[in-house]
């Protein structure tokens, strides 16, 4: 990854006289924007573990003030409705176990189908032979010019008819087969698969439905790992759609919650440090899904992005 | 399951051939026993068309239906005509939605364009760590909600850290998300922290496509940073930038998490962007008729953004291969 930094420095030294400078700009800024990127991550920890008694008092403190987990056992409903006032929160008594079940189960259906569904469609359209295929690919790309958000409304009226609303179902089911994305993506790669890998397998008298299981899929696993994390990072933080869809707790998902938490505390003295609790415990499940593939997503993310 | 895979014909051995066997003709529909895979393929079409049809192309054409009706739920849909285009063309809050939508995307895509490819050229010229690209890409594992909250509270006017530091400085401090001037700007910048790594890494992707012995040449003959940027950079990385663009501008104008859970519209429709009035129209007011006319407004805007960007940059070289 580092090749190219070891080109020549003798030979090319002369034009790059005037460089250690704008290298150490360059450095610079570099420095600056990881600070950005990373610092509002430590701030939510360190009000998360403060008390709002000492956030009030010390504003600024790099530290935790006051030194609790007040904030979690709030977002938790560890706290009864008397301590989480005292402790200036709304004592609501929001679950956020029961939320994270619920973005847990919605963010798997989907995306163990959605990536499984995608799959054995950009089979289709990359190995199977029959009647009509392009024209329906053609659909299938056509579909990828229509924002999201424009079917959301018409979906919400579909959803509600199949009496789904308030269901987890009803929050998967619109992305829950496919998107013209991953059936568009996963093709790309099914169509660069040497066919004579196949072939053989075909030839050893192999079914086409063994070599997508036993051949294709696990060729592709790289890809279908990538875009299922991508996928599940996705429907997690999705808002909008599950603001719809659902209106009780039993298929509230985090960002749902999280949007009526801050709703709930009061507008004079924000439980700030309730909230950022809630917003750790929100966030990080999706930081360590990525901690684990990191790697993997960062290479790929020029493949997945472009088309 | 292994309904047509019983029979399959003795393909020859190179792709070739029988990719032009299968070109030559339409399989012999019915009989099944030769190369055509036609029950197998509807086996395995079926769950995504199915998806397709009714969760993508069905509410779209309904959408377009329902721009033309008054439907509020619970009663069916009644064909009212252009009587929903004609009250929005008249609507002054419909068209102050508009407004600071562009608004907000004119500074959202403007600002982070410029940051996602300062950082692009800084991660290919500087360094092509993956530790790095990795830190760079954290805000956008957050939702937009979660961004939204945490950026709240950073600027909050009595005890956001942003305030405290614009205080210790002497001047007076900003309520950056309750002023009719600052909301907009404040969302944007806010989205910006989020996606911004996500679009460099896509950039950063359209850079390694450069050969580096084309910087080795122009370093060779005294060119400096600047003017490689300039002259090899940006010309050769056009075309990624311009699908690049097409989809970011897209996915700007549908803002809505972060202005939802930080201002809610306000303050006085400052921030009330043409998703977030949408949204009210169907679920405050039940005007889903009313709601699915801007929505369709929305997407002719969209389309001919999409059609003009594409022809001004004439983005027809998409692949990066």
Known sequence: MTAVTTTTPARVRPARRAFPFG??????????????????????????????????????????????????????????????????????????????????LVSTLITGCQIFFSAMAAYAFARLRWRGRDAVFGLFLAGMMVPAIFTLLPNFVLVKQLHLVDTLLGIALPTMFMTPFAVFFLRQFFLNIPREVEEAALLDGAGKVRIFFRVVLPMASTPLV???????????????????????????????????FRAQTPATGVDWSGLMAATLIAALPMLVLFACFARRIVSSIGFTGIK | MTIASSSPPSRLPTGAAAEVRSRTGPPPGGAGEDRGDGRLAALFIAPALLGFLVFLLWPTLRGVYLSFTRYNLLTPAQWVGLDN???????????????????YVVINI??????????????????????????????????????????????????????????????????????????????????VWRHVGYTALLLFAGLQAIPDDMYEAARVDGASEWRMFWRITMPLLRPVL????????????????????????????????????????????????????????????????????????????????
């Open chain 2, 110 to 191: 403007g600002v982070q364009t410029a940051a996602a490819l300062a950082i692009a050229v800084l991660l290919q010229r500087l360094t092509r760590s993956a530790v790095l690209r990795g830190i760079v890409l954290t805000p956008y594992l957050m939702s937009n909600v979660v961004a939204g909250l945490v950026w709240l509270w950073l600027l909050d006017t009595q005890l956001g850290i942003g305030n405290e530091i614009i205080g210790a400085a002497g001047l007076d401090r900003v309520p950056f998300l309750a002023d009719e001037t600052w909301a907009i700007p404040t969302i944007a910048l806010i989205n």
């Open chain 1, 23 to 104: 290298r150490a700009v360059a450095w610079t800024v570099m420095g600056l924007i990881v600070l950005v990127t990373l610092l509002p991550f430590y701030w939510i920890l360190r009000t998360a573990l403060s008390s709002n008694a000492g956030l009030g008092a010390d504003p600024t403190d790099p530290l935790p003030v006051g030194l609790t987990l007040g904030g979690f056992e709030r977002a938790l409903g560890l706290q009864s409705a008397e301590e989480a006032i005292a402790q200036g929160g709304a004592g609501g008594g929001l679950d956020f176990w029961r939320y994270l079940l619920n973005s847990v």
């Open chain 1, 226 to 260: 990538t875009l299922g994390v991508l996928t599940y990072i996705t429907s997690w933080n999705d808002y909008f759609w599950p603001l719809m869809v659902s209106y009780s707790d039993s298929s509230r998902v985090l960002t749902v919650a999280l949007a009526i």
């Open chain 2, 85 to 103: 285009y004609v009250r929005m063309v008249n609507d002054p809050i419909f068209w102050n939605s508009l407004w600071v939508t562009v608004e």
């Open chain 2, 242 to 321: 311009a699908v690049v663009l097409i989809m970011t501008v897209i996915g700007s104008f549908q803002v809505f998490d972060t202005v939802a859970v930080t201002t809610a519209g306000g303050p006085a429709n400052a921030t009330n962007v043409l998703q977030y009035y949408i949204y009210g129209s169907a679920f405050g007011r039940f005007q889903f008729g009313y709601a699915s006319a801007m929505s369709v407004a929305l997407l002719a805007v969209l389309s001919a953004i999409t059609v003009l960007q594409y022809r001004l940059t004439r983005a027809g070289r998409t692949d990066l291969g």
